[in-house]
């Protein structure tokens, strides 16, 4: 299909740079302020039913937000998100399929001209 068009670049770039802040501002305020920090991702882990996890300790999940793990796996999820829309005009997204026969394929192995 060859590479995808210059605005899918842009918004990929403008997702890294969002990212990046967002993991440097939280890293420093995790730095600075790790009380408060930490009582806010609570907060969001008692949403989310994570705290309610008896073997499941803030100490070893805290730690690892803001962490460069953290930032590689944000940022290839929202990447991802941009290639699962479709824009009138644009490209369909080369979604994974799979064959009635079990093979799995993407979407754009099936285009043809």
Known sequence: MGLPGPGLWLKRLWV???VAVHVAVGKLLLTLFPDRVKK???AMGDKTG???NPNFSHDN???TFF???YFWFVLKVRWQRLEDT????GLAPNCPVVHLS???CNIWDFMQG
């Open 67 to 69: 962490s460069t793990q």
């Open 86 to 89: 479709a824009e009138l005009g």
């Open 40 to 42: 806010n991702i609570l």
């Open 102 to 104: 079990g093979q799995r």
């Open 50 to 52: 994570m705290t309610r």
């Open 61 to 63: 999940w805290i730690p």
């Open 16 to 18: 890294l740079l969002e």
